[in-house]
Structure formats: structure tokens, C-alpha cells
């Protein structure tokens, strides 16, 4: 490890990738279990765990290599040739694998192929397919991306989705026994296979983003990692040559387009502002034109995905400087695409969100009225906040206050608290 | 000025990547710190957690830990203080805390009295 030696002095040096850890933990536990095989996922999460703690402790005193991702990776790499000599017999491992295990001539340079940053590329995107396993739900797909993929533990995953710290757990401890039973990790080079997959990974990645974009985690900063990590799985689809298809590049699209206006979504403060009151010049125009080029990349074939449609009503918003310019009869256009590409209450509530700005709120209200399913949205504070915009928006200040209350009721963090909370003021006082 | 060895016992393994990277930049800047207020002698070195016992007129060797994993010594670091009480008291500034360990402070026996 000679050349890892070299070292900066403890807090001197370039600074850390804040989610190095994460990242090379995912990266080396989808290394592990090319070795080890899938059913032994558990060891190669403890062989992480080990290397993580002796790069803590090395580094605490001796500062951080120059190439800590090499140094976490040859520390793995040496954990694992010692405990395949010291267990080569005790345990089954990868069978493709086995004899090259079994012989000291070829065990290293085997262990040291696996970690080849080419095949931990292909590692991660099988893992990644892997997770989607048909026998999972969704939430679970998901919750195991972002554990083994993404490095986050049961606790942080609990927190990010405001959920039960004994439910996460359980669930991802279940989803883990399906993959280990699943004998061998899902194969990405067979084409038919991939394909009848794909749809369940985009739609894992979907909702990875969607959680950190509208999710209910009070902070903002685990909220733009979840969608920073949707942002980088679906990259790493798009490098594959199957993966790269139009659904992909309009999910990819979707993801810039949305988090272009995350800077305004949620401002300085932590305050929460509805997209049309967002200042608009803290909008991350680049990333915008990014989305809006990933856009026409994925505007080949005739397949129109769900993502391709809500792609393109960001685009509509992205191209409105002022929230004045939008064009408003564009987007309910593409909801009612959207709403026959994948109906869902939220769509036909952000459709009829779309319709008062068209036609004025009454408009707004008789769709948001007439929408099926309507009461799979009671739990949702957004519903009641969109009813009493458009309330208050017609001058019915009262009826506006209630809607308000109850959404304020139904709030799932205090930033969303706040923002409610303004509004019933606003519906009591004489601003709006 | 006379020289301490913090002796660090115990403390709990981080429970996720994200809190290593953390615990571990912590402790980077706690090092930093000590050493722009000239207090650092050495930096000293992190030991394994296990090891071998050599004891007795027999010498038997036996294997480690030699304690229970909260009492065991999982690294040194030489400091110069003016006395006890600054060495306590720059010792508080330890990340190993807030994960339930422990710095021992012990003076380094002086030659000249």
C-alpha cells in the first residue's frame, strides 16, 4: 500500500467529499458481494463495517490519504483475502467464484479484480436491479437502494422518511432476506430480462427523488441528498447501454428540471414557498438547461412514459422567468396526458391546481370537486392548502381560513408548519 | 510545561457511514486544534483491539483484549500542558464523548525534580 501511504496532516488537505463514506460504502459492499455472493450480503456489510472503522481510526491520527477512496478500498480488499483463507471451507460463497477462492494462486487476484472500479460499476447497476426484486413493494425497493446503494443506515432511512424506527427496520431486514434469497444477483446483460425490469427501477428512482422532493423529512438537507442520490443512480443507468433508453433520459430530465427550483422551493430560512411565489432568480438556471437538454435526448421513439409528460410540465415552468409568463393551458394539457398515462388523485389535484390558474378558482374547485379517489387525499395537507388558495383567491376568506386549519392540521414537519401557518394569517388579516 | 499522555478508552463504533465521516472529521479538528495551541507533543498512533498478554515468572501468553471493550486503549496521544488541571481541561474537548468513551490524562514521570 506504499503509495497510499502518503497523507495530508489532520484538517489539512483538500476537504472531504461529504458523502465519501456513503458512496464508497455502497461501492465496496457491492464489491464484497460479487465475492462472497448475495446470500452472504451480511458479511460483506460487516467486512465494511471493519474497514470504515479502522479508516476512522488510522485517520483520526494520520490524517486522510491522499486517495482516501483507494486506501478504504485496498483496506476491504485485504479484509476480505484474510477472511476467505481463514473461512475458504467454512462457507459457500459466489459459485462462478468458488475455484478461483479455493487456490492461493488465484484468490488475490480475483479479490483485486472485483474491486476493478469497472466492475464495481457493473456491480452497483446489478444491485441496483437487484433491490427492484418483483417480490418487494415499493417503499421496500426504495428503502434497500438507499441502504445498500447509498449507504444510509436503518436509523437515517427512518428519519428521512419520518417513519418508525422498528418498521424501517423490519422492512429492510425483510427485503434483505428476499435479495439473499434470490441466489445470484440480477444479470444486466441480458437484454429481455433488463427490460421487463427497467420500469420497476426508474419507478424506485422516481420515487427515491420524489421523497426528498416533496417528502416529510423536516430537513432540507436530507431532503436534497435523497434527491442528489436519485440524481446519481439514474446517471449510472444512463451509462449502461440498456439502461440509456427515452424513459431514462425524461427521468433524468425530471429530476434537473425539479431540482432547479429547489434553491426557491425552500429558501435561505427554511421557509417554504408554493411555486408561484418563488423567487425565481434563485432557480438553478443550469441545471434547468441540463433537464431541458436531457429533455430532447429523450424525445426519440414513440413510447411516452410518465416521466417524459412530467418532465415537460417542469420544462413549462422552467421556461416562465416570471411566474406571470406560464403557460398555464400547456400544463393542463399535459396533465390530462399524465392523468391518462398514470391517473392518480395527486395528478388530477395538480391538474385542477393548473385550471385556476387558467380558467380562475372556481374552475379550480369544481375539478378539484370532481376528482376520483378523492378521499385517498384527506391525509394530505396539500389538498386542503389547494382548496383554500383558491378559496381565498375568490375573496372567501372564511371558508379559505378553514381549508387552511386543516391542512395545517395534517402538517407532516414544522417547515410545512410555518408555511400554513402564514396563510391562515393571511386569510385572517387583509393581505393575501 | 510538563507532558501528559491521553490514554482514549472505549467509545461506540459509529452505526452508519455517514456518522464515521463525521466522528472522523471531529476528531481531525480537535487534533488541529490542539496543535495550534502548541499543546501537541505527539500525535501518537491508533492500536488494534487485540493483542497478546505476557504475564507471570512463566510469562504465559494469553490473548487479548485485556479489558472490557468500554475500558480498552484504543490509541495515545502525547500533549504538553502547564499542569493537571490544563491537561483535564483540554481533554474535554475530545470527540470520544459524545460516543460514550473516555480519556485517561496521566503525567509523563519527570526525570529532573
Known sequence: MDELQQTVEPGQGAALDPQLFRHESGRMVVALTRLFGIHNLALAEDVVQDAFCRAIE???FKGVPANP???LMATAKHRAVDLLRRERTARTYEPELTRMIESEWTLVPTVHEVFEPHAIQDEQLRMMFSCCHPRLREDARVALVLHILCGFSVGEIAGAFVSGLAATEKRITRAKKVLAQSKKLFEVTEAPEFQKRLPDVQRALYLLFNEGYHGASAETAVRGELCREAMRLTAMLL???????PGTYALAALMRLHAARLPGRVDAAGNLHSLLDQDRSQWDWTLMKDGVALLELSATGSAVTEYHVEAAIAAVHGRARRVEDTDWAAIVELYDTLMKVRPSPIVALNRAIA???KDGPERGLEEIGAIADRERLMGYPFYFAAMGE??????????????FGAALALARN???RRFLEERVKACAGGDR | MTEFIYLYRGGDSPTSPAEGQQEMQL???WMKELGEKGHLKAIGSPLEKTGKLVSGKTKVVSDGPFAEAKDLIGGYTLVTASDIDQAVELSKGCPIFRRGGAVEVRPILQMNM
Open chain 1, 355 to 357: 385550471m385556476a390558474q
Open chain 1, 239 to 245: 451509462e449502461h447501454p440498456l439502461g440509456k433508453t
Open chain 2, 27 to 29: 476528531w481531525m479538528g
Open chain 1, 58 to 60: 488510522v485517520w483520526k
Open chain 1, 69 to 71: 477512496s483507494a486506501w
Open chain 1, 414 to 416: 414544522p417547515m410545512e
Open chain 1, 390 to 403: 383558491m378559496e381565498l383567491r375568490r375573496g372567501m376568506r372564511e371558508t379559505a381560513g378553514r381549508q
